[in-house]
Structure formats: structure tokens, C-alpha cells
């Protein structure tokens, strides 16, 4: 349990298979960890016998959502998802999406937040492939880190 270096990401996939778990997995950046977040974990979580996090790294925020993001590093991020009550095992990656995680971890079930559209989830094509579900799970409405990094700067200019 905890985090994983991404090294050992296909291994835990294979460990975790042969314990006969049923294996969900997510990923995101989860940069100010919310209520939303915590919400939308335990309803993953609770599709399997373990939830794995793909973990945006530090520069493909970046690029996914500007310069002035992750406000929290992933060394931080990693850590605090990792110690979150659902959660099992979390994974940083480096690319922009994580189906090269996907398809080493190969999980039983493959969770986004309700914004995705099940048939475009990426890697939901690996894990239908092998018998899989895709599935999207709403979103607590009102929270969003977006939302609150925009409250915070909206109360510094006052």
C-alpha cells in the first residue's frame, strides 16, 4: 500500500491479480485535495477490492492545465492521496494520459469523473478488451480546485 514507483506499476498489476483483487483505477491530478475529491474516491473505491491512482506528474500539469499549476507538488499530492482512507496504491506518471499505465496495471474497472464520456475514457478500450467495465461516477457539485484557486485569488484582490 502507499506509492509506487512507476517502474513497478505493471508488477503491482500482476501481484494484485494473482490475490484475485478486483482492481479499479483512476487517475487525475488532484492538486487541492476538496471534499469532491474524497467523495468521488470513495464511490471508485467501492467498485473493487483496490483502488490504484494514476497520479498526473508535476510537468504534464503543467501542460494539461497552464504554468501556474499543480499549486501542490506531486511528491505532496502523491502523499496525501495515498494516506486518503479509499485509496490503495498511487502511481505518478509522466505522460499527458495515462494509458500506458492502464495497459501495464490492467485493471478490472476503469473510473472518471462524470464530466468523461464512458466511451471516451482513455484506456477504457484496454480494459474492455479483457472483460473490463468503463465507468463514469458524478462529480460533488460546488467543489472543484479550479473553483477554489479562483475563490482564493477573488478574496486576495479584495
Known amino acids: 500500500m502507499g506509492v509506487v514507483a512507476r517502474k513497478d506499476a505493471k508488477m503491482l498489476g500482476e501481484s494484485l491479480r494473482a490475490g484475485r483483487k478486483k482492481i479499479v483505477f483512476t487517475n487525475g491530478v488532484f492538486d487541492i485535495i476538496h471534499r469532491g ?8 473505491r467501492a467498485l473493487g477490492d483496490v483502488l490504484v491512482v494514476g497520479l498526473n506528474c508535476d510537468s504534464s500539469v503543467k501542460r494539461l492545465k497552464g504554468e501556474t499549476r499543480p499549486v501542490i507538488s506531486e511528491s505532496d499530492r502523491a502523499f496525501v492521496l495515498s494516506n486518503l482512507k479509499p485509496v490503495d496504491y498511487v502511481v505518478i506518471f509522466e505522460e499527458d494520459t495515462p494509458l500506458k499505465l492502464i495497459s501495464e496495471i490492467l485493471p478490472d474497472v476503469l473510473v472518471k469523473g462524470g464530466d468523461w464520456a464512458v466511451e471516451n475514457i482513455v484506456g477504457g478500450d484496454v480494459v474492455r478488451a479483457r472483460g473490463g467495465i468503463v465507468k463514469n461516477i458524478s462529480f460533488v ?9 479562483e475563490r482564493i485569488e477573488k478574496s486576495l484582490r479584495k
Open 37 to 44: 475529491h474524497v467523495q468521488y474516491l470513495m464511490d471508485a
Open 141 to 149: 457539485d460546488s467543489y472543484s480546485t479550479t473553483g477554489i484557486i
